[in-house]
Each structure stands twice: as structure tokens, then as C-alpha cells.
């Protein structure tokens, strides 16, 4: 027998031993297979904000109506809370290609950071990650991509500002870390590491506002090149998004420490000529 693919399934073709066709021919419809549009869907929080997930046929034929149950489950985000809970039965039939539910997220108004739930439809399971609005955000970031220091000035301010604050002003304080790493610069002997945590207060918290940290710079009498190390800004809070998160520091050569050849074509001064 020989299958051929056609629309909708396959043709078998069935021969006998002589190679004469059988003349009655038959199409073989495969089994529907079906997928989420959606595994992992995104959603920003705000008035009226929903997610839309579906269940589509992605390979097969459709051959009679197929009805799946559709539920959320709470995870991070909690049904009631961070959004409204579906349970329902619905209905594919052979004329879609496509089945979709709505779920509304709830708008809280409270500064919180990324927050998920599971959806399924039937044996389908997939995950929505709501987003907070950023105006609920406090925004911090470095202030610089580059700073340049040198040995002979013995340290470093590496600074990090306000860039945004939540709509309203801010209740909760926003703490941030600033870390050290080495680049061609090694901590011990080109500067000393250093991990420090930065606290903005809520109540005095204004954009623009900067608070730095102090790394010290060693000058070991070396002569060598210009050097780098690295900054990075983290935070362990939820209501803190990060601009500016690492920075180049930039050691430079000190003019006393560069050595220069003699010049090669001085001349010696000889004895004045006698008569």
C-alpha cells in the first residue's frame, strides 16, 4: 500500500501483487492534536486589563465538536485578589479552528512585584505573569556608565539616583546594593572590593536624588596601564525597578608614574677651541 498526502488526512492506495490499482480508495483523517496559543502569556496590570488564552488545533481534523474545561488556579497572584477566577465548560467546534477565554485582572493600586497564576484548558496547562503598572514603580539607577579615577587619587564615588517614583509618592522605602567586581583591575591589589547597601527613604524620596558609595583605590607604585573594575546595582525589592545596573570604572595611569626615555640625540658639550 502507498500513502499520499492530501487535505484533511491521507490517500491510501492499496496495489496488488501485479501492480494493478485497486480502484476503491479511502482518506484517512488524522486525530486532531491541539496547543495552547499562549503557554506562557504576559499581561500588565491596570484598569480594565484582561489576558486572552486559546486552545487552537495545530495539526489533524476537526471531526466533531470537542468541549474542554477551563479553570484557573491561584499561584503568586491570588484569585480575588489579583484576578477574577474562571471555571467554565466550553465548546470547540468543527467550524473554528481557535477556542479563547478571558480572564480580568483586578487593578489593586498596591506596589508589588511580578505575580503569576496557571490557566487550563483540559489536559493544557499554561501560566499568566501580571505585571504591575510601572507608575507603581520606584525606579533607581547608576548614574554613570563610565567613571574614571586614578591611583594617585586613592578613590572612587560610584553613585546611584532616583530615576521615577510610584504615582502618588511611596510608603515603603527602596533599598539597592552596589557590588564591585574585577576586570583587568584585581580587588586587593588595584582597589578594595566593596558590597554596601543604599536605603532611599520614602518620606524624603524626590527624583534626581543620588546617594554614592566610596571604593578605594591603591596605589601600589606599579607602573602599568590603564585598568578597569565593575559596578553593579541589584535590589531584593519587588517595588524597585532598575535603570542603569553596571558600570566601568576606570583606573588611569598617574603623569608621575609614566617614564620616559632619554632623548636619544642630546649632544655632549665639548671644550672651547684654543688658539
Known sequence: GVMESNEGGYRCVVTNI????????????????FGLSLPAA???????????????????????????????????????????GVDA????????SELCMNTSIIDDDIVEGDESFQYMFGALQGSVTIRSDPSEYFGIGLTQAVYNTTEQRGVVDVCAN????PAGGSSVDAVVTIVTSDGTAIAGSDYESLNE??????GAAKVGNNQCVFVAIL???DEEPEE???ASLSTMDSHVVLGLSMATVNIAVDPADEVTDA?????????????
Open 18 to 33: 501485479a501492480g494493478a490499482d485497486i480502484s476503491d480508495t479511502a482518506t484517512l483523517a488524522l486525530a486532531p492534536v
Open 42 to 84: 504576559v499581561v500588565t496590570e491596570g484598569e480594565d486589563s484582561y489576558v486572552e488564552v486559546c486552545v487552537v488545533v495545530i495539526s489533524g481534523t476537526l471531526t466533531s465538536d470537542v468541549t474542554f474545561a477551563f479553570s484557573t488556579q491561584s499561584g503568586t497572584a491570588q484569585e480575588g485578589q489579583d484576578f477574577i
Open 89 to 96: 465548560n466550553l465548546t470547540l467546534t468543527t467550524d473554528d
Open 162 to 165: 532616583i530615576t521615577s517614583l
Open 197 to 202: 547597601s543604599l536605603t532611599f527613604l520614602s
Open 219 to 221: 596605589n601600589d607604585d
Open 228 to 230: 578597569q573594575f565593575f
Open 263 to 275: 632623548p636619544t640625540n642630546a649632544t655632549t658639550p665639548t671644550d672651547a677651541p684654543t688658539n
